[in-house]
């Protein structure tokens, strides 16, 4: 069977290799959750183990879902009676997105209205609903037309560990602290002999966490005690009985052997009590050391080897100080140098204020806020003798010095215009032929994208591998990011003749900025990001025009244009494009923008068709159309052949008053002005459409406003 293991974002790769540990058959990473091959016993097993994972939904009915009706019709047609009895109570949780239905709270209701006409037919009773305490809890997801109905087996939020008595200002989920303590690697740490350190502990959380993962206590134990996790009629009860006893037993022996090797301090005596109130309801009190102490006071610790772990402070509310990160930093350095850390960060910029030097980096969501979870190993690392340190070599230095340079000449515009997307390099070097591109994330996080671009032929392929070689040096050295933020995307010979080779199926995919909107890139897995950078200057502009109006973008791609017109205040927008991967991006893209409902119509039709057929008015439109497209779902596109075809079927379409934006990519296209001239009236604005960072490659596009001609 398969199930899904819900968490929050950035932990989804934590969580499968906790579900593949805990015997799961298989465990894919999917965004806020994991995917889960396994039993009915597997999923039992991560209620009570999971560590990471906020539900475990066993799914119970799956069908179409077009409207509410089709949802209230695919509800009543599942056998209730199998899962659950007119004296038990029910809760429904529910997650759409889509058109179709576009409030979950009414889908909720839709479904309960099911369940509630289906008992009373089949029983003459109806069973009663409790939202806080419910015996069933049923999750229902309504995604691209299809509704997945399943069986909530946490019976609630899984962070929620059953010891927590009292609570700071802003306190950090027990699943995230978990995930913390992982990145830390204290789990390893503990069974090598080393000790725990929190200097900035609040109430407690991370010790807690630590101590309990320490002494083998499974998260559920406590929280479900002696009781079913839920009372759906399908859960084995035996089994639970299993794993429950198996868990008290194991947690006895781990509680015995619990060694006093972690230690907590805070300045704030009310959160010292609270810790300690916390850490005597989770019954670990004996092994944690607490104390009242200000982080610049924290003394060496005389373990050799340990872990720290730490959540300062980063909201609003409670005011988020760089000299505070920089006097944490400092007193790490000073009190447990050799130690590993992995500290919880509010973004990039206070990470780097730590002063210290992270090897890996993370973004991590603690509830609604993005952070950074850094990790160092060690936290002060040796300094290296001159002799020891190695030079780059001299074609990678010279990229090196460009790269600073270019960075130096476009960090005033970049400041001011809040780009965090950006290229840096352009094949400046002829000899280093390659695209670099910078992304930065929501969480502060540096990625980098590098494209080859065709060497010549009579270039020895071994000369080209050193020089890309060389360039990956220079860019790593620049922008101090590790090897597994760099992605590279190499021309070489592929399949069916594809001028690159196999690319990545990573499934990652991070969140940045653009302007106002928030867009989900993925620069491992496919040719392209899922953002050109090259039209930021133009979708800005047509985001601007179409507020308050309609909007069109055909040959949508994962509708970033689309995105920003919606959150610039579009009255409508409508997007169409072949792929249904794209599409499905776009919607992603829109959910991540809190942007839904039927004002905002996306279609899946080969463009040219569609619009043809189309009657729609429309105040802007935007077109940019493949080079070529041999689709078997459509016909043949050709731009320099079709375009003409193309733009009088778009201006068609335009409402009175309306503008058409069209650009293509096309070194050698050239546009039929003659033609066009029938119909429209055309404004070449390539040039203010380039931004400075593509000024080296002005012809990276073209584009024109089009407008009806006699408008």
């Keep these: 069977m398969r199930f899904f293991a819900s968490c929050g974002k950035g932990l989804e790769y934590l969580l499968a290799d906790e579900l593949m540990q805990l015997g799961c058959v298989r465990a894919t990473a999917a965004i806020a959750g994991v995917n889960v091959e396994g039993t009915l016993d597997d999923a039992l097993r991560a209620v009570l183990w999971s560590r990471l994972a906020s539900r475990i939904l066993w799914p119970i009915a799956e069908f179409d879902c077009a409207d509410a009706d089709a949802l209230y ?38 479904v309960k209205d099911a369940i509630v006409d289906t008992l009373r037919q089949q029983t003459g009773q109806r069973p009663d609903v409790d939202v806080e305490a419910a015996d069933v809890r049923i999750h229902l997801v309504v995604r691209k037309g299809r509704a997945t109905l399943s069986i909530d087996l946490s019976g609630g939020p899984m962070h929620r560990r059953g010891w927590r008595r009292a609570q700071g200002e802003a306190p950090l989920k027990e699943t995230v602290a978990a995930a913390v303590l992982l990145r830390a690697d204290w789990p390893q740490v503990y069974a090598q002999g080393g000790d725990l350190l929190d200097p900035m502990c609040g109430s407690g959380t991370l010790l807690i966490e630590g101590a309990l993962m320490a002494a083998d206590v499974a998260p559920g134990l406590q929280r479900h005690g002696a009781r079913l996790p839920s ?32 230690h907590g301090s805070d300045r704030d005596p009310a959160a010292i009590r609270a810790a300690r109130e916390n850490a005597q309801a989770a019954g670990v009190a004996e092994a944690i050391d607490l104390c009242q102490r200000d982080i610049a006071a924290l003394p060496a610790l005389a373990a050799p080897r340990g872990a720290v ?23 790490l350095k000073r009190a447990v140098p050799g ?35 850094i990790v160092c190993d060690p936290i002060l690392p040796p300094q290296r003798e001159a002799s020891d340190r190695r030079e780059l070599p001299a074609g990678a230095q010279m990229v090196a010095n460009r790269l600073r340079k270019n960075l130096d000449k476009l960090a005033r515009w970049r400041q001011q215009a809040q780009v965090t997307c950006f290229r840096a390099y352009d094949a400046d070097i002829p000899e280093y032929a390659c695209a670099v591109d910078v992304y930065t994330t929501v969480t502060g996080e540096t990625w980098l994208h590098v494209q080859e671009y065709a060497a010549p032929a009579e270039i020895p392929e071994a000369t080209t591998r050193r020089r890309l070689d060389e360039l990956l040096l220079a860019v790593r050295e620049v922008f101090a990011v590790p090897r597994e933020r760099v992605a590279v995307k190499t021309r070489a ?17 991070l ?74 991006w776009l919607a992603d893209n829109l959910r991540g923008n809190n942007i839904g409902g039927t004002r ?37 596109f050709d731009v320099q052949r079709d375009h003409v075809r193309l733009l009088r ?36 604005i390539s040039a203010s459409t380039i931004p400075p960072d593509f000024a080296r490659n002005p012809r990276i596009h073209r584009a024109w406003r089009i407008i009806r001609r006699g408008s």
């Design 493 to 509: 010979p592929g399949k069916g003749g594809s001028k690159y080779g196999r690319l990545a199926q990573r499934g990652e995919f």
């Design 73 to 110: 019709a695919g509800a009543v047609a599942v056998e209730w009676l199998r899962h659950l009895s007119p004296e038990h109570s029910i809760a429904i949780d529910a997650h759409v997105s889509g058109d179709a239905l576009t409030h979950a709270r009414y889908a909720a209701q839709r």
């Design 231 to 262: 009372r759906w009629l399908g859960l084995d009860r035996d089994a639970w009985a299993r794993l429950h006893a198996d868990a008290e037993a194991r947690a006895a022996q781990g509680r015995a052997a619990l060694r006093p090797c972690i």
């Design 600 to 636: 905002h119509r996306i279609t899946q039709a080969d463009a040219l068709t569609w619009l043809e057929a189309d009657r729609g008015e429309y105040d802007v439109i935007f077109c940019d159309p493949p080079t070529f497209s041999n689709s078997k779902r459509a016909s043949d």
């Design 339 to 373: 130690w590993r850390a992995a500290l919880l960060c509010g973004d990039e910029a206070l990470a780097r204020a730590t002063g210290l030097r992270a090897r890996k980096r993370y973004g991590v969501f603690n509830g609604p806020l993005a952070c950074s979870l």
């Design 309 to 331: 772990v730490c959540n300062p402070p980063y909201d609003a509310r409670l005011q988020a100080d760089p000299a505070l990160y920089r006097q944490l930093g400092d007193a």
């Design 511 to 584: 969140t940045v900025r653009e302007g106002p909107a928030l867009l989900q890139v993925n620069l491992f897995d496919y040719l392209d990001t899922g953002l050109f950078l090259d039209h930021r200057p133009l979708r800005a502009r047509m985001a601007l025009e179409a507020r308050g109006k309609r909007f069109l973008n055909l040959f949508c791609y994962t509708g970033v244009a689309t995105v920003q017109a919606a959150v610039q205040g579009a009255a409508q927008t409508t997007s169409v494009d072949l792929s249904a991967t794209y599409l499905e």
């Design 649 to 684: 079927a778009a201006v068609a379409r335009l409402a009175p008053g309306g503008v058409l934006y069209f650009s293509n990519n096309f070194r050698r296209f050239r546009l039929d002005e003659a033609a066009l001239a029938e119909f429209a009236q055309v404004e070449d």
